[in-house]
């Protein structure tokens, strides 16, 4: 059972490209969200989704975008990479209103 | 502004001894919270919970205290052990909400 799975693992942009970070989970859950990790700051949620074709906005969404086509997937798409989006990404997916289970993460450095 | 706050960005603790994490919050709508512990280059893992109707939960060697009219909340660990040193993040969610909360982290260190 592989839980939650984020592709790719490491990942290095210029700024101003674009990419995708992916997110599939195999749990069935209707809820999943993604988040950032910077030092000093914890976790922070980027967007979420309450199921297929429902997203919202998060603490930090400004320069990300989501959509969710499927239960499964939740990708995050960054339409043109800045420095300050350098960070370590999480997906997450919840079955209720209880704990989320993550991803291992996706750390993305833009120079 | 950060609504949950965990104040102490490390501790070390002699192995074999009792660690002790505290978590402060500002929401007072918060009535669910999380402690997840987490390993470098891996994803938080989910340690133990706590609702705001318990003021304890215990899950072997952890146990998680709820101070409601304090808004703190302290995760135990008896005894520290060698694969005990990680970063733990406090986290909150209001009533039938999602969405989550987090705090700074705390890193543990246990010393052999």
């Known amino acids: 059972n592989a839980g939650v799975t984020q592709t790719p693992k490491f990942q290095v942009l210029k700024t101003g490209q674009s990419m995708t970070l992916q997110c599939a989970q195999d749990m069935n859950h209707e809820y999943m969200s993604w988040y950032r990790q910077d030092p000093g700051m914890g976790l922070r949620l980027i967007h979420y989704?309450?199921?297929?074709?429902?997203?919202d906005q998060g603490e930090v969404p400004n320069g990300y975008n989501v959509s969710r086509s499927t239960t499964e997937d939740f990708p995050l798409r960054l339409l043109s990479a800045a420095p300050s989006q350098t960070s370590v990404y999480f997906c997450a997916a919840q079955g209720g209103y209880t704990e989320a289970f993550f991803g291992q993460g996706t750390r993305l450095t833009v120079v | 502004d950060q609504q949950v706050k965990q104040n102490s960005p490390s501790l070390s603790v002699q192995e074999g001894r009792i660690s002790i994490l505290n978590c402060d919050y500002t929401?007072?709508?918060?009535?669910?919270f999380l402690w997840y512990k987490k390993y470098p280059a891996e994803g938080p893992t989910f340690l133990i919970s706590?609702?705001?109707?318990?003021d304890k939960n215990e899950d072997g060697r952890f146990t998680v205290f709820l101070n409601k009219s304090a808004k703190h909340l302290s995760l135990h660990i008896v005894p520290s052990q060698p694969g005990d040193s990680a970063v733990y993040f406090c986290?909150?969610?209001?009533?039938?909400?999602?969405?989550?909360?987090f705090g700074a982290g705390t890193t543990v260190t246990v010393r052999a």
């Open positions: 989704s309450v199921g297929a074709g429902i997203t």
């Open positions: 706590i609702s705001s109707i318990k």
């Open positions: 929401n007072s709508m918060f009535d669910y």
């Open positions: 986290a909150a969610s209001e009533t039938n909400d999602y969405k989550l909360s």
